[in-house]
């Protein structure tokens, strides 16, 4: 079964201080992983697609990494403004040969001065 | 640019009531998509259209009907609410193939 799981499901961090977000997932015919931002009461915002393992994208203090079997979403000196839930999705072929956005439950992030 | 628009954004339903939820978009995008999000569960596929006149099930479609009106517009049907269709609602719309999906601003849906 396709499945997306992110860890870990909640992180502090203080200003300036970097970490990484994970996404593992097991889809078969994965055609892209996306990385969205969402801010409370809000839906979620694009942030980056990725296609093939090995590749990276880097927005700011963002910078997200691909591998065969997970993606991860480095933080560099985060500030408050950063505090959101990431989501990751994944695109995989769906029975019937359409393709459907498959998303992990979220990391609920918060940034401390 | 209004890209996604959803309506409305707030409802209240006793449960048995009927509803539906109307999505727009306006980036002359094939696919829609219906999704709930429910607290820890991420967001979870409801439907799908991948053209005009095209549908096909999520991984949660029971209780929930969608018609693809036209290019533009993908609605979803409650026809008879229950507690556990409590949850936020949200539309989205992409390009075919493996292209990002941009999301509306969601409804936010409780059946009492």
């Known amino acids: 079964e396709d499945q997306v799981t992110q860890s870990p499901e909640a992180l502090r961090l203080q200003e300036g201080e970097s970490s990484s977000l994970n996404c593992s997932y097991t889809?078969?015919?994965?055609?892209?992983l996306f990385w969205y931002r969402q801010d409370p009461g809000k839906g979620p915002e694009f942030l980056f697609t990725?296609?093939?393992a090995g590749e990276e994208k880097e927005k700011e203090r963002l910078k997200a990494t691909l591998t065969k079997k997970e993606s991860f979403l480095h933080i560099t000196a985060p500030k408050p403004e950063d505090s959101a839930t990431y989501l990751c999705?994944?695109?995989?072929?769906?029975?019937?040969?359409?393709?459907?956005?498959?998303f992990g439950a979220g990391t609920r992030l918060a940034v401390h001065p | 640019n209004a890209g996604v628009t959803q309506t409305p954004k707030f409802q209240v339903l006793k449960t048995g009531q009927s509803m539906t939820l109307q999505c727009a978009q306006d980036?002359?995008?094939?696919?829609m998509y219906w999704y709930r999000q429910d607290p820890g569960m991420g967001l979870r596929l409801i439907y799908y259209?991948?053209?005009?006149?095209?549908?096909d099930k999520g991984e949660v479609p029971n209780g929930y009907n969608v018609s693809r009106l036209n290019k533009r517009e993908f609605s979803l049907r409650l026809e008879s609410a229950a507690p556990s269709q409590t949850s936020v609602y949200f539309c989205?719309?992409?390009?075919?193939?493996?292209?990002?999906?941009?999301f509306g601003q969601g409804t936010r849906l409780t059946v009492v």
């Open positions: 989205a719309s992409s390009e075919q193939g493996p292209k990002q999906a941009f």
């Open positions: 889809v078969s015919g994965l055609r892209g």
């Open positions: 990725l296609y093939s």
């Open positions: 999705a994944v695109q995989a072929r769906f029975s019937g040969g359409y393709n459907k956005l498959i």
């Open positions: 980036m002359n995008h094939n696919s």
């Open positions: 259209s991948a053209s005009e006149g095209t549908t």
